[in-house]
């Protein structure tokens, strides 16, 4: 059983989860290579190496999408709802959902791979699971992510993201409601919605434009070629979002997914959806986002103590390189 | 020439420094292997090959630590302290220093391998540097860490420390800030001074005592075998301790990097010292704190996207494992 447990400091959130390690000290070993083809527990055939799907897209030759429980969930659904800890130390059991979206039987290592219409399905599917999850009041929020190559925390080769529900909204993504709403009360203006507009009034950071949605290099980076894909209309659920905008989104995926594996020659990336929580109080003045962040440098004690990043490569210089880029 | 910028929603600051790169698209290369003994810059009789020396402590035998500016610093003093950008998109010039300690002539990995004597002058140092860049009222905040092992961002193996000071103090600092300063008001106490209490009563958590300080294994652990050295007494900037303090501080880190390197069979680490801003306000309600964070697991795109962090070891269980250690 895992509990969450919050800093009694910073308010950041811990989930302790002793059974994750096979054994009491087993944390020195080294981690675990990606699996390959051979063992890959997510290639059709071998279905069964999976908990019990909970959703899929299939038709009479088999499935293309499929959902599972994560086999080593951080959190679980059959926890309670109740605070623990005192005043100063914190904690909630490990209340939430950890899954699995397999998006596709090929054993290929990147969305890039897969035909586009097979993208829409897969982002599709994004969306009905947040749905689904949204139903569970308990769970206050949800992150859809990707990690791919090994630097990026992947520990499996085909093609996947995952979902965790949780329990509480991160400190994290709590700080940037609270800037956003503190910009719209001195303003009444919305911040995503004004930055955008002078992002593609400017132009050097954007990277591809289409009717509801903007590519752009941020203007403070934390990566070379860190990447957001960000809706141009005001809006803060991602699982809101109607089929045109699904399609649109689904092509710009893989399109900026090009690009940077072209300019980096494909490295190791996570990928993220920040998204409104799920329930609860709704972020005033916020827009959801799609954040694809190369994982070229690694995070030393200057990044882990200031949130601090050092970036080589200014954004206006990466979005020129991803323009000119041939895809 | 390094501009700070800060991320237009979240508030964060990233050094966007194209010079710290050799050539524009220089990312693409693997990370450097630590410098190993035959190349090293920081042995004696290669002092020529690191930028003139700022500080040391020396006899007539040699030197035994020595500052030395950072070769590819990430912010400089030179630059003039303004503001840049606008209401929406801010930077201002990579104003700031970094510095090299360079912990003893000899070619060794950690501090554990230096003699207690001459940690206290290490420590002294870090007090000493601190103070003098307090003297720079430009600089806002300053961050004593170090990076050991590839794991953990180090590129040269040589014992050594770095020291960054900048002209903001990051929003990670500030929200610890803002948390002690609302429980100051709500309950008219000292939150650090309130868990300490509380930590030293309940004792699970505690590795050692000393009349001043505890090593503590925190609540809110976000690695197995996270260490904390905190002062008993109230306490907002390090670079105010006394030399009682700072030998008493030496000594428990040298025995806690001991437990910490005797339990995990010398792992990466990093070792942060978090101390009150250098400049402007003081922050109320708050403690400094040395923080050693064995690098064990990587960082994937949940704990990037949430800033939680899922640590397989209960804190208990390590305090009880380090305690129980005969070092």
Known sequence: MSELRQDPIA???????PERAARPLDFRRPP???SARESCPFCPGRESMTPPEIAA??????????????????????EEWRSGGDGLLASMPGLGAHEVVIEGPEHVLSLTELPPERIVEVVSMYRSRLQD???????????????VGERAGASLEHVH??????????ERVHSEFERCAGYLRTTKRCRPCDLIAHE????????????????????????PFETHIVPRQHASHFEAIDDAAVAEVAGLLQTSLRRVERALDSPAYNLLIHSAPLNGV???GWHWRIEIIPRIAGLAGFEWGTGFFVNTVPPEKAAAYLRDLKI
Chains 1, 2 share one sequence.
Do not use: C
């Open 11 to 17: 308010g950041t959130w811990v989930i302790v989860a």
């Open 32 to 34: 675990p290579q990606p």
């Open 57 to 78: 897209v299939r038709d009479d030759k088999g499935w293309r999408v499929r959902v599972v429980p994560n086999r080593y969930p951080a959190l679980r659904v059959e």
């Open 133 to 147: 999850l949204k139903r569970d009041f308990r769970l206050a929020h949800g992150l859809v992510f990707k990690n």
């Open 161 to 170: 993201s995952q979902i965790i529900a949780m329990p509480v909204v991160p």
């Open 200 to 223: 593609l009034k400017e132009g050097v950071r954007v990277v591809a434009e289409t009717p509801r949605f903007a590519v752009i290099e941020p203007w403070a980076a934390k990566a």
């Open 282 to 284: 709704s972020p005033e």
